[in-house]
């Protein structure tokens, strides 16, 4: 049951997306909102995403977040949260991305998850996603949380769209099949320099087992992932800090990589 009302969520949804679309920081949610619970943070989430649709944005899938488990344990939970994703925020591979569209942003490498087939909950298993994909890329998530210096609690970070920023997938498209997604070694570079190293296991044992996770909850709400959603299973590397002249590139091994430059 929220705790908010609808106005209190309306313009939580409106303070939070104002901060992103304008580029401004903002201390967390939960100062003036103590109570607030999870069900309220996505009904916040929800009301952003549906402020984004009536401008004629479309949602394309959505992002994984909290998918480490020493992450979830450092945070108290027992399972991942999710954003959404708008094609808005779909960067294009190894185009140039200006900063001054973020706040403070950071990278990460991950990998996506395109679909055929729509995925629907509860009992969604890692066979069922794996069956549903049409195919895998490598990709870099851009996160950028609204709040002021990256502190926030689970909560705000819910209704802050789970820091989703913008996205870019590599021009390489690989089927799963044959793949051993848990073993895939990643690696993040930024400027030529490899700074973080990983495998696919570091999400939650296996990618898809992220995916099924958010098929999931998504049913808690009725909802289910469409054919076509395109999902960022969780990263794979810590969020890097980039900066004006840096250039990310992640390298997933047997799936091609994926680049972006900053300017």
Avoid: W
């Avoid at 991942?80 to 490498?109: C, D, K, N, T």
């Avoid at 055929?116 to 195919?135: I, M, N, Q, R």
């Avoid at 909560?155 to 848990?182: C, E, Q, R, Y």
Wanted: glycine share 8%.
């Amino acid at each position: 049951m929220t705790t908010l009302s609808k106005e209190q969520i309306e313009g939580l949804a409106e303070h939070l997306e104002s901060a992103q679309l304008q580029c401004f920081d903002v201390t967390k949610i939960t100062d003036e909102h103590p109570a607030m619970d999870f069900e309220d943070a996505y009904a916040v989430q929800k009301v952003i995403q549906q402020r984004k649709l009536e401008r004629g944005d479309q949602l394309i899938g959505y992002k994984m977040g909290l998918t480490s488990r020493a992450k979830m344990e450092q945070m108290g939970v027992d399972s991942p949260v999710y954003g959404f994703l708008m094609s808005s925020f779909e960067v294009q591979e190894s185009s140039a991305v200006p900063v001054s569209r973020f706040i403070h942003p950071r990278v990460e490498a991950e990998i996506a998850f395109v679909l055929k087939d729509e995925l629907s909950g509860p009992g969604c298993t890692v066979a069922k996603v794996l069956s549903a994909t049409d195919f895998v890329m490598p990709s870099i998530e851009i996160i950028d949380s609204r709040y002021r210096d990256f502190k926030f609690d689970l909560t705000s970070v819910i209704a802050d769209n789970a820091s989703s920023s913008a996205f870019v997938t590599g021009s390489t498209v690989v089927p799963v099949a044959g793949l051993d997604l848990g073993t895939v070694g990643v690696v993040l570079e930024i400027n030529g320099e490899v700074v973080e190293v990983g495998a696919g296991a570091a999400v939650l044992g296996h990618p898809a087992n992220s995916i099924a996770q958010l098929v999931n909850m998504l049913a808690e709400t009725g909802e289910s992932l469409p054919a076509g959603s395109l999902v960022l299973s969780g990263a794979i590397t810590a969020a890097l800090p980039v900066k004006a002249g840096d250039c990310a590139t992640v390298r997933a091994h047997g799936m091609g990589s994926a680049t972006v430059r900053f300017v």
